[in-house]
């Protein structure tokens, strides 16, 4: 679908990679939709992604203008769900002699420790809550733990106790790792995760093992690209909704999981105009409600599983349900996914889906075959049980607040009833079905910073430290590919912390602005 841009207007590409479908959408500088395109995910996923790519730009009269390219990707999800294409990684934690009883990886599932571990070691070091050090960083440890991993681990994950309030022996041991081993990949945890050390250090070396997955990615993209002639800037979508550059993606590839989701809320604030709002994105195989908090998602306060590791950065607070476009009707919750073009009856398949209910019902029209008349009882019923489905999800995620609207998005939205019980109203804006590629395209780039300062040392030293921590998220949201002129503060939290031998705090910074120009 196309509207004709000004063609003197520069133009950006949003992709968004779903288990379903790929989308892609073209904005222009006012941020106007000008072109869209669905097509369906293919299992390597990059050949899903470029036909998505050929068939935007293939709408636009000038290519050229396209001057940046957005991406959100389940290329690093995959990779751990699966267990494939990850990296050897090396685990070091600074926390001896206090945390010795829980070595790293204790609580990862066997088959994927066995692709992942290239071998751990805990040696002294490490801080305590307010700062003062556990012991002395035991650098001889070190460099004999380097040593025996030589050469065969791809990454390097370091992990110190509360190193996202002191960070400086992380630092020091990265400088070791770069004298003794020269250009060697390192993941740090003050980096990439918040309080909480075994989900710090989990998230952190799930990073690491994924150095090579973004690495391929963003061969692949830029392959892509090349090839169609197209000198762009490239940004990736990350966890809570904003963008990073391709840099700063290669050096955090895991904050790209959950992508998909936060694009999806995003995109649909702006479409919809409403930034207050539970949103329901429907796709192939399921369902994900989140909420919309001042246009952002609402963050989840529990710990993320991924793969069957527990880690702490941030994700979006969304609840799946096994009901999308795809599922297939009585069945134990399956989805022909991106097959449902060949599968489902309303596309002259043999197998009923919840398209083919929706379509049964009335609340939509699809596909170019009809739904044959022995199965409307059937699919009916299917719609009634999809409805009770969707009405104890939306009560879930409302938190007993029914005055929110519900925003419908996703190229299986016409599943959804036009009244949803614990919802004020059902909001259904325009290009609906690519929400989450528009997501993708108008996000922000973004920095966030977590530490502890404490605050017994009068006001304006505990003035000074907030300070320097805004502008460290800032530095980082600069780094993402902000532009440094615009960049402000949008989130800032300070929770006391109890039971300590002076006063502090956990500080929570978060600052975004729009991409340079």
Same mark, same amino acid.
């Given at each position: 679908?196309?509207?004709?841009?000004?063609?003197?207007?520069?133009?950006?590409?949003?992709?968004?990679?779903?288990?379903?479908?790929?989308?892609?959408?073209?904005?222009?500088?006012?941020?106007?939709?000008?072109?869209?395109?669905?097509?369906?995910?293919?299992?390597?996923?990059?050949?899903?992604?470029?036909?998505?790519?050929?068939?935007?730009?293939?709408?636009?009269?000038?290519?050229?203008?396209?001057?940046?390219?957005?991406?959100?990707?389940?290329?690093?999800?995959?990779?751990?769900?699966?267990?494939?294409?990850?990296?050897?990684?090396?685990?070091?934690?600074?926390?001896?002699?206090?945390?010795?009883?829980?070595?790293?990886?204790?609580?990862?599932?066997?088959?994927?420790?066995?692709?992942?571990?290239?071998?751990?070691?805990?040696?002294?070091? $490490? +801080?305590?809550?307010?700062?003062?050090?556990?012991?002395?960083?035991?650098?001889?440890?070190?460099?004999?733990?380097?040593?025996?991993? $030589?050469?065969?681990?791809?990454?390097?994950?370091?992990?110190?106790?509360?190193?996202?309030?002191?960070?400086?022996?992380?630092?020091?041991?990265?400088?070791?790792?770069?004298?003794?081993?020269?250009?060697?990949?390192?993941?740090?945890? +003050?980096?990439?995760?918040?309080? $909480?050390?075994?989900?710090?250090?989990?998230?952190?070396?799930?990073?690491?093992?994924?150095?090579?997955?973004?690495?391929?990615?963003?061969?692949?993209?830029?392959?892509?690209?090349?090839?169609?002639?197209?000198?762009?800037?490239?940004?990736?979508?990350?966890?809570?909704?904003?963008?990073?550059?391709?840099?700063?993606?290669?050096?955090?590839?895991?904050?790209?999981?959950?992508?998909?989701?936060?694009?999806?809320?995003?995109?649909?604030?702006?479409?919809?105009?409403?930034?207050?709002?539970?949103?329901?994105?429907?796709?192939?195989?399921?369902?994900?409600?989140?909420? !919309?908090?001042?246009?952002?998602?609402?963050?989840?306060?529990?710990?993320?599983?991924?793969?069957?590791?527990?880690?702490?950065?941030?994700?979006?607070?969304?609840?799946?349900?096994?009901?999308?476009?795809?599922?297939?009707?009585?069945?134990?919750?399956?989805?022909?996914?991106?097959?449902?073009?060949?599968?489902? !009856?309303?596309?002259?398949?043999?197998?009923?889906?919840?398209?083919?209910?929706?379509?049964?019902?009335?609340?939509?029209?699809?596909?170019?075959?009809?739904?044959?008349?022995?199965?409307?009882?059937?699919?009916?019923?299917?719609?009634?049980?999809?409805?009770?489905?969707?009405?104890?999800?939306?009560?879930?995620?409302?938190?007993?607040?029914?005055?929110?609207?519900?925003?419908?998005?996703?190229?299986?939205?016409?599943?959804?009833?036009? +009244?949803?019980? $614990?919802?004020?109203?059902?909001?259904?804006?325009?290009?609906?079905?690519?929400?989450?590629?528009?997501?993708?395209?108008?996000?922000?780039?973004?920095?966030?910073?977590?530490?502890?300062?404490?605050?017994?040392?009068?006001?304006?030293?505990?003035?000074?430290?907030?300070?320097?921590?805004?502008?460290?998220?800032?530095?980082?949201?600069?780094?993402?590919?902000?532009?440094?002129?615009?960049?402000?503060?949008?989130?800032?939290?300070?929770?006391?912390?109890?039971?300590?031998?002076?006063?502090?705090?956990?500080?929570?910074?978060?600052?975004?602005?729009?991409?340079?120009?």
């Amino acid at each position: 679908m196309s509207e004709r841009p000004d063609q003197r207007t520069r133009l950006r590409v949003g992709i968004d990679v779903g288990g379903t479908n790929t989308d892609a959408v073209v904005l222009d500088e006012t941020d106007a939709v000008v072109a869209t395109a669905k097509r369906p995910t293919s299992p390597d996923v990059t050949e899903g992604l470029r036909a998505a790519l050929d068939a935007v730009l293939g709408e636009l009269d000038d290519p050229s203008l396209v001057t940046r390219v957005m991406l959100g990707t389940t290329h690093a999800t995959n990779a751990i769900l699966e267990r494939r294409a990850l990296g050897r990684v090396a685990v070091l934690r600074l926390g001896a002699p206090a945390t010795t009883s829980v070595p790293p990886l204790s609580d990862w599932p066997a088959d994927l420790k066995d692709v992942v571990a290239a071998g751990t070691a805990i040696v002294r070091g $490490g +801080h305590f809550v307010d700062g003062r050090p556990i012991a002395p960083l035991d650098t001889d440890a070190v460099k004999r733990f380097l040593a025996e991993v $030589g050469s065969g681990a791809d990454a390097i994950a370091v992990a110190g106790v509360f190193s996202p309030g002191s960070a400086d022996q992380e630092n020091l041991v990265a400088e070791i790792i770069r004298a003794e081993l020269g250009d060697v990949a390192v993941s740090l945890s +003050h980096e990439i995760g918040s309080l $909480g050390l075994l989900e710090r250090e989990n998230a952190t070396v799930l990073n690491a093992a994924l150095y090579g997955v973004a690495r391929d990615v963003t061969t692949a993209l830029q392959d892509a690209l090349e090839s169609r002639g197209l000198k762009v800037e490239t940004f990736f979508a990350q966890n809570d909704g904003t963008l990073m550059a391709v840099d700063y993606a290669a050096r955090y590839p895991v904050l790209t999981i959950g992508s998909g989701p936060a694009n999806s809320l995003r995109g649909a604030a702006y479409l919809s105009g409403v930034e207050d709002a539970i949103v329901a994105d429907v796709g192939g195989t399921s369902t994900d409600l989140g909420v !919309l908090v001042g246009g952002f998602p609402r963050e989840s306060a529990a710990a993320v599983e991924i793969g069957g590791v527990t880690t702490n950065f941030r994700m979006p607070d969304i609840l799946s349900i096994a009901l999308g476009g795809g599922t297939m009707v009585g069945a134990e919750p399956r989805s022909v996914g991106y097959r449902i073009g060949q599968e489902a !009856l309303v596309f002259g398949g043999p197998t009923p889906t919840m398209t083919d209910a929706a379509v049964a019902v009335g609340r939509g029209v699809v596909g170019t075959h009809g739904v044959p008349d022995r199965w409307r009882d059937r699919l009916a019923e299917a719609v009634a049980r999809a409805d009770e489905l969707v009405a104890d999800a939306v009560d879930r995620v409302a938190l007993g607040k029914a005055d929110r609207p519900l925003i419908a998005v996703g190229g299986g939205a016409l599943l959804l009833a036009e +009244h949803i019980p $614990g919802a004020s109203e059902v909001i259904r804006p325009r290009h609906a079905e690519v929400a989450n590629a528009v997501g993708a395209a108008i996000a922000l780039a973004s920095g966030r910073l977590e530490t502890i300062v404490p605050t017994g040392n009068g006001g304006a030293a505990r003035a000074a430290l907030i300070e320097k921590a805004k502008e460290e998220a800032a530095a980082r949201a600069v780094a993402a590919g902000a532009d440094p002129a615009s960049v402000q503060i949008v989130e800032l939290s300070e929770i006391p912390l109890s039971y300590l031998p002076e006063p502090a705090v956990r500080l929570q910074v978060k600052a975004a602005g729009p991409l340079s120009r």
